[in-house]
């Protein structure tokens, strides 16, 4: 496990974004070219949705055989398909329907008007079995090899839809779960939990704004996973902080290089 971050810290968000999708590209390929196809978790927010934006006009999207990628997501929340609250909705409008993914290969997590009904406990463990389904014999802890796994921080240090000092960050099993009680709107979500979160070759974790702050700096000081959920997200091979100035403001000088753009 790479549990030792590396950061990049751009001078403000456009740039991160633009910086991220490029670097996002360049994994896809690389990934393409030595395995033939590439899998991608992606995740919500401003920051998500705005690395997916600056990946739809980056010239060099055409790089990326779309149709051999497999797509992922973090969380979801648990309202009904289409609903603009979504991430996977939220992603269709900044970059999905721009590309000719393979449908097939588009991994929504289940909506509340979907075959599970209400229920997101058994919304949260189909998805957890559609994920062993496409996990291979080498793959990690029953979830495919994920190349890149994208998670936005939020200002109380909660990724994905793991919130401080709920159930689903406890969890040290399942790699889905059904969250109820979330902190922020809407309380009924479906997550990745951090077993699941750390089977991922390479975990991003996205911040900027001043908001962001003193998340980045709780997370990256030494705190616990369950007080501070960014604090357990790793990769095996490698994790990566991409931060704003803004959203590394709080941070000791010497936890980061400077800025290279």
Known sequence: MSTTPQLVVHRDKELM???????????????QASRGSA??????????????????????????DWGRLDLWWGDERFLPEGDPERNVTQAREALLDAVP????????????????GIDVDTAAAAYAEELARAAGPTNHGGVPEFDVLMLGVGPDTHVASLFP???AVRETERTVVGVHGAPKPPPTRVTLTLPAIRAAR???LLAAGEDKAE???????GAGEIQAPAA???????????LDAAAASQLPRAL???ASA
Do not use: C, F, K
């Not at 097939?104 to 289940?110: D, F, G, I, L, Y």
């Not at 998340?215 to 000081?221: D, E, G």
């Not at 357990?232 to 991409?242: D, E, I, K, S, V």
């Open 17 to 31: 974004a633009q910086a991220a999708a490029a670097r996002l590209i360049t994994r896809i390929v690389d990934a």
């Open 39 to 64: 899998s991608v978790v992606l995740t919500g927010g401003r920051n998500g949705n705005g690395l997916l934006a600056a990946l739809a006009a980056a010239p060099a999207r055409d790089a990326v």
């Open 101 to 116: 993914l393979d449908p097939e290969r588009v991994h929504a997590m289940p909506a509340s008007d979907g075959p599970h």
């Open 165 to 167: 000092e709920l159930p």
């Open 202 to 204: 390479e975990v991003w």
């Open 215 to 221: 998340a980045a700096a709780i997370a990256l000081s």
């Open 232 to 242: 357990g997200a790793y990769g095996r091979a490698r994790t990566l902080w991409l």
């Open 256 to 258: 980061y290089p400077p």
